[in-house]
């Protein structure tokens, strides 16, 4: 059965950091994109992180410089290290995949067809 179970969210105040991990339990048999969505309230869905089977990756333009989405395909493990962090980061993040996606940057911008329960991250001025 996939699966996929953030942790690592949290309160910090801005300009702090975290890192949310994405524990990933997924077929064995087929190759997966993945990444991080965020959802505020009273906010569209954002696709903040993504990375395709072939490595690349691609940023939403609110968090480059800032956030790094790694990946360890040996245990489905799937990182995002958030740095200096603003009030307006304030979400729920959410680990998502799909089976083969046409990009990273395609995948940022669609809808998942995977997805876990949610991190709640929240940054105070």
């Known amino acids: 059965q996939v699966r996929l179970e953030e942790s690592g969210g949290g309160s910090v105040q801005a300009g702090g950091s975290l890192t949310l991990t994405c524990a990933a339990s997924?077929?064995?048999?087929?190759?997966?994109?993945m990444g991080w969505f965020r959802q505020a309230s009273e906010k569209p869905r954002e696709g903040v992180a993504t990375?395709?089977?072939?490595?690349?990756?691609s940023y939403a333009d609110s968090v480059k410089g800032r956030v790094s989405i790694s990946r360890v395909s040996a245990n489905n493990t799937l990182y995002l290290q958030m740095n200096s962090l603003k009030p307006e980061d304030s979400a729920t993040y959410y680990c998502?995949?799909?089976?083969?996606?046409?990009?990273?940057?395609?995948?940022?911008?669609?809808?998942?067809?995977?997805r876990g329960q949610g991190t709640l991250v929240t940054v105070s001025s």
């Open positions: 998502v995949a799909e089976i083969a996606c046409p990009s990273a940057y395609v995948f940022r911008l669609g809808t998942p067809t995977l």
């Open positions: 990375i395709d089977t072939y490595g690349t990756i």
């Open positions: 997924l077929n064995m048999h087929k190759t997966y994109c």
